[in-house]
Nanobody
């Protein structure tokens, strides 16, 4: 299975931007969907955005128009450009893949939006 390493989290003021990246390494064949989930304190993990190998994207309603997911298949990376961040975007962001029909997660990267 692939190993996933996220980067790019941090502290940002409301209205600001951050870019998250995730690199898949190791056994990378068979990766279909890549994406991001997030988990805020005291809440369940929720979908942020996904992108299929053919480029089809899917976004949570709460991030549509503000976040953009992209993928570089040649580098096995998936990125999430986050603009107009608000306090509700605070949480741990997890990289996610579906490989041969099974789901795998990265360790997560913290995103904190301050007022």
């Amino acid at each position: 299975q692939a190993q996933l390493v996220e980067s790019g989290g941090g502290l940002v003021q409301a209205g600001g931007s951050l870019r998250l990246s995730c690199v898949a390494s190791g056994s990378i064949i068979g990766i279909n969907t890549m994406g991001w989930f997030r988990q805020a304190p005291g809440r369940q993990r929720e979908l942020v955005a996904t992108i299929h190998s053919g480029g089809t994207t899917n976004y949570a309603d709460s991030v549509k128009g503000r976040f953009t997911i992209s993928r570089d298949n040649s580098k096995n990376t998936v990125s999430l450009q986050m603009n107009s961040l608000n306090l509700e975007d605070t949480g741990v962001y997890f990289c996610y893949i579906i490989q041969f029909g099974r789901s795998y997660w990265g360790q997560g990267t913290q995103v904190t939006v301050s007022s």
